[in-house]
């Protein structure tokens, strides 16, 4: 399998790498609802590291969004691209993710990632980053609520409350499963919140992660052992 490149000035400091949030932020698009729930399709994306051989491998999945049944998947190899830093992580994973995306055989309509969008201390998380760069609609969708403060949300299955930054709603925090812990739901890019929620829940009908995370999950963390036997 090719080894995906590192991309030729590649940010490799942290102060290059928070100068391309900055750039890279305004161009989120917020006005957009996004393509309907159940509607077309839904491509999770997510990654498995071997930091000792400097291997990151990274998985698409496209699912049909009305059946959740899978239409394509994809998955590609590249070298960990930037060290690890809290809030600077798309930068290890980007290059890698990307290249697992065109290798899909179909456009994968919505993108969801294992992570966050706005619900980012510098409001430009893996889903925004990805969303600008590819063009495509996308939310992040967390399992801990990173530095930001909620409320419980209620018991049952679709309650949800505010994921805050000070007075600031950056996400919401989704119960998409009764008395299960609460996922963490935030815009990246072309979707708003009301969407991005509903999405999540069309894509969580028996577990408390979507569909698209855990199958991307399982078929990167599949594809990193067989790259390292």
Not at 77 to 102: K, N, W
Not at 186 to 205: K, Q
């Amino acid at each position: 399998m090719t080894i995906v490149s590192i991309p030729a000035g590649w940010p490799a400091t942290e102060e290059q790498a928070r100068a391309v949030q900055d750039e890279l932020r305004g161009r989120v698009v917020l006005d957009e609802p996004g393509p309907p729930p159940g509607t077309g399709r839904v491509t999770g994306v997510d990654v498995a590291y071997d930091d000792e051989r400097d291997v990151v491998v990274a998985a698409a999945v496209v699912l049909d969004a009305a059946t959740r049944e899978v239409v394509a998947e994809a998955t590609a190899v590249g070298r960990v691209s930037f060290p690890y830093v809290p809030g600077l992580l798309a930068f290890r994973e980007i290059p890698t993710v990307m290249a697992a995306l065109d290798a899909l055989p179909c456009p994968p309509g919505l993108v969801v990632c294992d992570g966050y969008g706005l619900a980012h201390p510098r409001r430009f998380g893996l889903a925004s980053h990805l969303g600008v760069l590819t063009g495509l609609p996308t939310i992040g969708v967390a399992k801990n609520p990173f530095t930001f403060s909620y409320e419980e949300p209620g018991v049952r299955r679709g309650s949800a409350s505010p994921l805050l930054a000070g007075p600031d709603e950056v996400g919401r925090a989704l119960r998409t499963q009764d008395g299960i812990k609460p996922v963490f739901v935030s815009v990246g890019h072309r979707v708003d919140l009301d969407n991005a929620c509903a999405h999540t829940l069309a894509l969580t009908p028996e577990y408390r992660l979507p569909e698209s995370t855990r199958r991307a999950d399982s078929l990167c963390r599949r594809a990193l052992r067989q790259e390292t036997a």
